[in-house]
């Protein structure tokens, strides 16, 4: 009798579990909306964030198929900001709720980042075919787990009207073809180092995302040591511009800033946003002057020490990477610069 007191007691712990479970909001279907809401909808909505000052306006565009509506404010002091997008597909007076995401501009500082959101529901108040799209959204932002409610009123110029560009930028067609590089830096037939590339993917964030470090990598630890500038803060830069001398560098067990450039490649429909880091965080201003650019190596065979450089060039936005020329100083320890 125990046993069967104590079954009834676990299946309805288990019915209470499941309950609570249950999703109390359901993401809006991906259908067709034709009939308007009796929504109080007014021109005041065109404003998405309030502000006495500069107050945050809807934009809006389309295409032959589509229409897109998103506010851009700011998410930091250098630049950095954050765009809500939602797009949706015409069909006559008909609209349908396509997809919406949260574009993070990183700027000069931080990893630019798309986010998908889940909207519950979808009102339509005016669809004037091309020139007015008014209503309610409710969306869960990701990001703070929020749900939040927002109306809006976009009006449409033919200025608005875009046509798609399906010329994206992928790593296979950018540097997939020139990437590894080896270098022989003493020329005996033998690889001393490379750059390489390193593919990775994200599969925890939505949209999903493979990512491309492109690194300076050496084929033997131990022997061919990879320099980077002495007093230094981690992590340790390893690219130098005229005038240095390896006088001024030492080797690190960890911590080197090898990773010269990543580049980010979204799942569809979000591969317009592929982009190089091309910042603060990579070699961006390093890169992007007129100066011959080094890496400074030190080589060890047995008790002996040999120091030299390998001149490269590497043109991000024009996927563009070239070993230029190579020195290994024949005098044993003996350091070696390049003055301006």
């Known amino acids: 009798m125990k046993f069967y ?3 009834i007691i676990v ?47 809807w934009e809006g565009t389309y295409t032959n198929e589509t229409v897109e509506i998103s506010y851009t404010q700011k998410a930091g002091s250098d630049g950095e900001t954050e765009t809500l997008t939602f797009v949706f597909n015409k069909k006559g007076d ?13 700027a000069v500082g931080d990893i630019s980042a798309i986010t998908e959101m889940s909207v519950f529901e979808f009102k339509m108040k005016d669809w004037e075919i091309d020139k007015k799209f008014t209503g309610q959204l409710i969306y869960k932002d990701h990001h703070d ?12 110029t033919e200025d608005d009207y ?13 540097l997939l073809n020139k990437l590894p590089i080896n270098i022989d830096v003493d020329k005996d037939g033998t690889d001393d180092y490379a750059i390489i590339y390193e593919l ?11 990512y491309y470090e492109i690194k300076l990598v050496s084929t033997d630890e131990e022997k061919n040591e990879i320099l980077a500038l ?12 005229a005038p240095f001398s390896t006088e001024d560098t030492r080797t690190y067990p960890s911590g080197i800033k090898n990773t010269l450039e990543v580049f980010y490649e979204f799942d569809a429909p979000y591969e317009k946003y592929n982009f190089f880091l091309n910042n603060n965080l990579t070699y961006k201003n390093t890169l992007k002057n007129d100066q011959d650019d080094y890496f400074l190596v030190k080589m060890n065979f047995g008790d002996k020490k040999f120091y030299g450089w390998i001149k490269f060039k590497y043109d991000v936005l024009n996927c563009d990477i070239a070993i230029l020329e190579t020195y290994l100083n024949p005098i044993e320890t003996k350091h070696v610069s390049i003055d301006n």
Not at 94 to 106: P, S, T, V
Not at 203 to 209: F, H, V
């Open 5 to 7: 007191k104590y079954l």
């Open 11 to 57: 299946l309805l712990i288990s019915i209470l579990t499941s309950c609570e479970e249950t999703p109390t909001v359901v993401v809006v279907e991906a259908q067709f909306v034709c009939d308007v809401s009796d929504i109080e909808i007014s021109d005041a909505h065109k404003i998405a964030v309030p502000d006495d000052v500069n107050p945050i306006l």
């Open 94 to 106: 008909c609209i349908q709720l396509d997809h919406a995401y949260k574009y993070y501009y990183g």
């Open 145 to 156: 787990k929020q749900t939040y409610t927002i109306n809006f009123w976009v009006e449409f």
């Open 162 to 174: 875009e046509i798609v560009d399906t010329n994206y930028t992928y790593f296979s067609d950018c």
């Open 200 to 210: 990775g993917r994200d599969t925890g964030n939505n949209p999903q995302y493979n």
């Open 230 to 241: 002495k007093d230094s803060k981690e992590p340790y830069p390893i690219i130098f511009e």
